[in-house]
């Protein structure tokens, strides 16, 4: 008998593989202006597109993320404090994008904004 060995991921992006859609994904609590997202691996990706834009619209940040043991990602970009997001995350394989995984999320009121007012006189 003689054995098959595994495609290698140059392999599967050559054949117009499409990944699996990443799972389980978690947004963490927004604090100091900074969020951490995490996703369940989606198998044979080689990275992931994280895309996030406030629901109401605006401007639409990407980051990249190669595979690697921790499947997570700070962001720190575009936040602003008691908003909504919607945020979108694929599986990559070479050209190739999974299904978006999509949640939404809140970030809480900024408890300190009173200090910052300049009240008219």
């Given amino acids: 008998p003689h ?23 978690q947004v963490g609590d927004y604090s100091r202006g900074k969020i951490e997202v995490s996703w369940t691996p989606a198998k044979c990706a080689s990275s992931y597109d994280i895309t996030y834009q406030k629901v109401t619209g ?21 936040l602003e404090s008691c908003s909504e997001y919607e945020m979108r995350v694929s ?22 904004a009173a200090e910052r007012l300049e009240p008219i006189m």
């Fill in 58 to 78: 605006g401007k639409t940040i990407s980051k990249q993320v190669q595979y690697s043991e921790v499947n997570s990602i700070i962001i720190t970009d575009g």
């Fill in 91 to 112: 599986a990559v394989i070479g050209d190739e994008y999974s299904e978006e995984n999509i949640v939404t999320f809140s970030t809480p009121p900024d408890i300190n």
């Fill in 3 to 25: 054995t098959i060995p595994a495609a290698s991921l140059d392999d599967l992006a050559a054949s117009g593989y499409r990944p699996h859609m990443p799972g389980d994904v």
